[in-house]
């Protein structure tokens, strides 16, 4: 039985010069960042911008890592704050449709099917961009990157009781939104 | 997906949003974004490499350098001939000060007589051998000559001038510094170098002067007498 990993034993490695252990951690996190981000923003291009901005200073950040809390931890932190640096930068993110089908896997032999979802994930989308941002953020760092009340209130910056009412809020509007009939375009 | 969910906290979030969330959030990475974000960690391990090895060599190098420089400068500071009176006197002695008085009778000693006043100038050689190196250079005649004429100066200026003036007691009693005589210790106090004519006029003389080198170690120069000794007296009998 091979032994997993952990996150900062991989980061360790290529703070040592182990690309591959890079490419290990990178493939591990790299979608569900991506998805956190994508659905944050509301907006591909910021997305992917920002991701690559995440894993730039990651990479550059290597030198000064030390594994004193959960890589997760650290890589939503650094993800958290790019985007808010971003919005800064640019006022305001143009927040457009992040449903771009490039972005999705093969619908393969059942297009119907397919369609389907597509048009559920736009309702979901839809209903994401209605809740304000810190609310998405948590309700996005807990689904995506799947973190503890308590971690989130690190990336976040704010205290657990704050945390657990964005998520309470954020899950209440998501549900009453998908609630609604839906209604084909 | 991470679930890294600590089970212990109580999570306001309804499970089912969560399972509608978790079944329709499948986007993946852009290719060209993977790409991009490999291509960039390993473009920084190879600049780490790259700067590890100029490293390797630059920091001895630059601690090598710093020492040497660190030992130039203490043992440079630490010689004793930039500070001892010899080297001050000397420098003083060759860049005589100019006072607009000066005159041209007097400037100081001339070249030639700088020359004479350094004693590592003087060249030993031309001593006669066996002597001792008497003080020849004439320095300490020099010096006072220099002190007199400085003290003289100093009373015309003050004389003109109407100011009490004093002279540089330092300088003064450098000047004035007694030299002692140098004796340049004999080279062969006991056997002399050759034979001289006097020695060579007698024929008994002459041998015991060849005798004499020969005991006091100049077998050279005893060889080369006694070849001179076979050719003028060829019928002397040679003791054993």
Redesign the interface.
């Known amino acids: 039985m091979s032994v997993i990993p952990e996150d900062s034993a991989l980061m360790l490695r290529y703070k040592d010069g182990d690309v591959t252990a890079f490419e290990t951690l990178y493939r591990r996190h790299k979608d569900s960042l991506y998805r956190y981000l994508l659905r944050l923003s509301q907006n591909r291009d910021t997305a992917e911008d920002v991701f690559q901005d995440v894993w730039g200073k990651i990479i550059k950040a290597r030198h000064r890592y030390r594994p004193t809390a959960k890589f997760t931890t650290f890589l939503y932190r650094v993800a958290h704050n790019c985007f808010i640096d971003y919005v800064r930068r640019n006022n305001r993110h143009r927040v457009a449709s992040a449903m771009d089908p490039d972005c999705r896997p093969d619908p393969g032999d059942e297009p119907d099917l397919e369609a389907e979802k597509s048009f559920a994930r736009q309702r979901l989308d839809a209903a994401l961009g209605t809740i304000p941002d810190e609310q998405r953020d948590a309700f996005l760092l807990h689904e995506e990157a799947g973190l503890s009340i308590n971690t989130i209130a690190q990336v976040t910056g704010v205290n657990r009781e704050t945390v657990r009412s964005r998520l309470r809020y954020a899950t209440k509007k998501l549900k009453t939104a998908l609630a609604e009939p839906a209604v084909h375009t | 997906?991470?679930?890294?969910?600590?089970k212990h906290?109580a999570?306001?979030?309804?499970p089912?949003?969560?399972a509608?969330?978790?079944s329709?959030?499948?986007?993946?990475?852009?290719a060209d974004?993977?790409n991009?974000?490999?291509r960039?960690?390993?473009r920084?391990?190879r600049a780490?490499?790259r700067k590890g090895s100029f490293q390797a060599w630059y920091r001895p190098a630059a601690v090598m350098a710093t020492v040497g420089l660190t030992l130039a400068i203490i043992l440079d500071l630490s010689d004793p001939g930039i500070f001892s009176p010899a080297a001050d006197m000397s420098l003083e002695t060759a860049l005589p000060v100019q006072t607009p008085a000066d005159t041209t009778a007097d400037r100081g000693p001339e070249p030639a007589q700088l020359l004479r006043m350094q004693p590592d100038l003087a060249p030993a050689a031309t001593q006669p051998e066996g002597a001792p190196l008497e003080d020849h250079t004439g320095l300490s005649d020099v010096f006072t000559a220099e002190v007199e004429r400085e003290k003289q100066r100093v009373q015309e200026m003050e004389a003109a001038a109407g100011t009490a003036l004093k002279p540089a007691p330092n300088a003064a009693a450098k000047f004035a510094r007694p030299r002692p005589a140098i004796a340049l210790k004999p080279l062969l106090p006991e056997a002399p170098f050759a034979c001289s004519d006097e020695q060579k006029s007698d024929v008994e003389e002459w041998w015991q002067c060849i005798a004499t080198l020969r005991q006091s170690g100049q077998a050279a120069a005893a060889d080369l007498e006694l070849d001179n000794f076979r050719e003028i007296f060829p019928d002397f009998e040679l003791p054993e």
């Open positions: 997906m991470n679930q890294d969910h600590d906290e999570i306001d979030v309804d089912q949003v969560s509608h969330y978790q329709l959030a499948d986007e993946e990475t852009p974004l993977d991009a974000v490999l960039e960690a390993a920084a391990v780490d490499s």
